[in-house]
């Protein structure tokens, strides 16, 4: 076998594993590692006594579905407050980019006392890719895009700042993103609902999967001593 393959993959192997293992310990050591994160307006800042812990860079598409605008209305338009997500969140190591987290919609299936009554269908939902663990948030503010640093692209989707609403640790007990309390979504790109195509009755049905990339910031309450 090529010496120049095997050392590679060797390579890729070990950050591989180095960036599991920076993920996980950042994750259960937050006062240790906090992760740095911009300054952000206080409408979509984590309440005083949280900290960020895991941030993923994302990619992704929001899904849209032309509906009519009210029951029986013969005018329609984009589902903009209900967008599907569908996103994968990748951090950078030796130059290599690593898949930690997914991001879609699915049931919550452990609601904490700020998940709404009834519970939606579906809530934004992010699932670790290392250990499965998943949390589940609903967003409590915004900011358009284009009017604050950590949210520079104008016509992108809005920044948010997203409170968790139900978590669940992994089948192997896994809890990477079990202790989130907060999410940010920063530094928003693309995403946004056409501005046409969803007029009439006679577009109602129609979908799309508009590209985005975003930043997102996990935090943690650091009185949360069960994951020191």
Same mark, same amino acid.
């Given at each position: ?80 407050? $209900? ?30 006392? !700020? ?37 520079? $692209? ?44 969803? !007029? ?29």
């Amino acid at each position: 076998m090529n010496d120049t393959f095997c050392q590679t993959g060797m390579k890729t192997a070990l950050a591989a594993a180095l960036v599991i293992g920076c993920s996980l310990g950042c994750a259960t050591r937050a006062h240790a590692q906090e992760i740095p994160h911009p300054e952000t307006s206080t409408l979509i800042t984590p309440d005083a006594g949280n900290s960020a812990f895991l941030v993923g860079h994302a990619t992704g598409t929001q899904g849209y579905v032309c509906l009519p605008v009210s029951p029986g209305s013969s005018t329609a338009s984009w589902t903009v407050n $209900n967008a599907r997500p569908e996103a994968t969140l990748f951090t950078t190591f030796l130059d290599v980019q690593f898949q930690i987290i997914t991001h879609f919609l699915s049931p919550d299936a452990h609601p904490n006392k !700020f998940a709404p009554s009834p519970l939606p269908f579906g809530s934004a939902t992010w699932q670790s890719s290392m250990d499965s663990s998943k949390v589940w948030a609903q967003t409590v503010h915004s900011v358009p895009a284009g009017s604050e640093a950590a949210c520079p $692209n104008a016509g992108a989707i809005p920044c948010l700042l997203l409170q968790a609403i139900g978590s669940e640790d992994g089948p192997g007990h896994g809890a990477t993103l079990t202790p989130t309390t907060f999410i940010q979504r920063l530094n928003t790109k693309g995403g946004s609902a056409p501005v046409d195509g969803c !007029f009439e009755g006679s577009d109602v049905g129609k979908q799309t999967l508009v590209p985005y990339t975003a930043d997102y910031y996990f935090f943690r309450d650091n009185t949360d001593r069960s994951q020191r």
